[in-house]
Every structure is written in C-alpha cells, then in structure tokens.
C-alpha cells in the first residue's frame, strides 16, 4: 500500500480534468519522486486504459486516478433548458457554435470508468465531490490501492475518517478549478488553505494533503509546518512543457497577473475558479443547468473558443496565485520545487 513517506519530494500533480494531465506530465512527476495524477471525471473506460498503460511505461513511480463523485441528476424540464440555452446563444466567437440540448446518460458510469483503473493498478484512487459508494473502497483496499477523498472544511473531514478512506486532500478557498464541497449547492465555509489544515490536522487520524496556492518549495514547507503530509499543486503544473495545457491559456496564465480570478458556475453549474473573462461576467446572473449537464451544454463553447484562441470563453480554471505560474519542464520544475524546499529550510 502506498505510503506519503515513500515519496522523495512531498507532491502531488493535481488531478486536472479536460485533458490537461498526460502521460508525460504524470511520469515525470512520479520520476522525479513525486504523484503524477490524472482527472479523469468525464473519460471515458478506452483512454484511461491507454493513459494509465503510456504512464507505466514512462514510470515504476506512483500514480493517481481521480474521479468526480456525481450525485444523481435529473433532466429538468424544457423551459427551464430552454431559458439555459437562451443564456448561453448569443456569444460572438470566430467560427461559430452549435448548442445541443443535453442527452442520457448525463455522466460516465464510474463501474465501468474503474474497470480501467483495477486492471492498471494505479497507487492511488482519489475522488472531488464527495465520498464514493463503500463498495468503491474496499474494491481499491482489496487491490492495494490507496484512497484519498477532498475536504473543505472539518464536517467534511470527519465523514471523510469514518468512510475508512487512507487520506484526506484538504482544498483550501485559494485553489483553482471546482470546489470540492460535497453539496453542489450548500453553503460553502471558504476556508483559506491555513486554517482547513489547523482544523483538519487537529481533530483527524488521517494523513493530510495540501491543496490551494501551493507554488513554490517555500510554500509546500509552510504547509508540511502546518501538519500536512504532501501539497497538491494544479496551477503551478499548467504551464510545464508536457501539460496539455492550450497555447492562449498558457499565455494567460503566464501575462495576465493582474486579472483577478474568480468564482463561477457558468461552465459547469458548480462553482470553479479561474481566471476572469467575458464569459463569466456574462453568465453572473444568468440561468445555468445542474452540474454536470451545464457542463454538456457548455462544451461547444468552450470547444469553440480553443479553437480560436479566444481567451474570452474558455475556462481559464486557475488558483489565487496563478501570476506565479512558470513554464518550464516538469523535470526541471519537480528539481527548482526540491532546491526550494532545501534552501528555505
Ligand atoms: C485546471 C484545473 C483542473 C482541476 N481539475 C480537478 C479534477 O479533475 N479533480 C480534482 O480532484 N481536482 C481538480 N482540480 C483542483 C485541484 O485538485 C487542486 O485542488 C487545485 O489545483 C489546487 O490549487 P492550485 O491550482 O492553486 O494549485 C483542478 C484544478 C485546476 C487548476
């Protein structure tokens, strides 16, 4: 069974969904003494096969398959997709889209998702959005396969402990990407990064990952100082060479600083955070579907402004500290990261 102390540099790279993480990217985390994960919430049972294989060959080191925790959903009825459609038609991008009203089934069937995963045997199976079904955990602990669950705050934790998961990923409110509360649409308590790792480290038996604004080898000394066992870090991986990670929103990521982020249920119907852009600012007070169909129906878009390099409709999902982003080889980022930590020591 995996073991946080087995690692000879205390990270993990994020789990980012939409093709973001790639063999190389994982590999070269894993050799270089880190995690190298996938997020693979909306894949489907043929590509995790064949990225998790590619990643073994490149790699003996550990790896993590993460998935999204969906809670049932039900199509909602034609005038209130009707309304999300309107909200989202008139759009100026180059080259056009089409909307297409949402279809079943509305996400993966993670049974046949995870057929993938057993037969590859990643280290580590990890899950956004809640606790996965009991069945789930024992089937990875009977594999040898670790489990890690998302927090964001103390209640979550502690349902975390007595689901007899392996450890916790503490999400703190600087993070990019979706929040991971277990209620899509429950009060979310926002705690910084800081102050979720006092409460969880505190009242939890379980080891702690740490997640949210974790740039540099100074910061993930500050959150081993906190009690935490290893950073997550998604942003600061965006902009290595081996991310898969578009032209335009590299170049954001690494020019545009100064824009704010900001939170946002506009591209999925739950709240992620990213970079502001028109899209957001267009959608704060517009109708959307529940997550994951908003997803669906965004998708065009977001496909379509890739396409044309158009910043301005893409969800540009970055942490707090996006403006500390750098570009370089993950080999040579997982080596600055590692010098870091020893110099700030
Ligand atoms: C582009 C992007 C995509 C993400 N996708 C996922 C995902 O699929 N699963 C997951 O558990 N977390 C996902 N996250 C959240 C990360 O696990 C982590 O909480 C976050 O990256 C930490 O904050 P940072 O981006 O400031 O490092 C994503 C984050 C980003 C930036």
Known sequence: MFEFS?????????PMAGGLNTPLLASGVSNAGGVGSFGFAYTGAEKIAQDLFETKVLTSGPVNANFFVFQPVELPNEQVVNDAVAALS????????????????????????L?????????MLTFHFGIPAQ?????????????????????????????????????????????GTFSPYGNDSELPLEQLLRDLVSATPLP????????????????????????????GFLCCDEAGT??????????????????????????????SNRFMAAMEHKPTLPFPIQNSLTG?????????????FQSLWAGRSYAKTRSMPVADLMQTLGEEMKDSK
């Open 6 to 14: 087995q690692l000879r540099l205390p990270i993990i790279q994020a």
């Open 90 to 113: 008139d759009f100026s991008i180059d080259g056009g889209y089409n909307l297409k009203a949402p279809t079943l089934p509305l996400f993966p069937d993670i049974t046949h998702q």
């Open 115 to 123: 057929e993938a995963v057993w037969a590859q045997h990643p280290a």
């Open 135 to 179: 069945e789930i955990i024992e089937a990875a602990h009977a594999r040898g396969i670790s489990v890690g669950i998302t927090a964001t705050n103390l209640e979550e934790g502690l349902a975390i402990v007595a689901s007899g998961a392996d450890f916790i990923v503490a999400q703190g409110i600087e993070a990019g990407g979706h929040r």
């Open 208 to 235: 702690i990952v740490a997640s949210g604004g974790v740039m540099t080898g100074q910061d993930i000394n500050r959150v081993l100082s906190l009690g935490a066992v290893a950073a997550q870090m998604g942003t």
């Open 246 to 275: 578009s032209a335009s929103y590299r170049k954001m990521l690494l020019t545009e600083g100064s824009r704010p982020t900001q939170f946002t249920r506009g591209f999925s119907g739950r709240r992620a955070q990213g970079i």
């Open 300 to 312: 065009p878009i977001r496909q379509a402004a890739a396409k044309s390099d158009d910043v301005e």
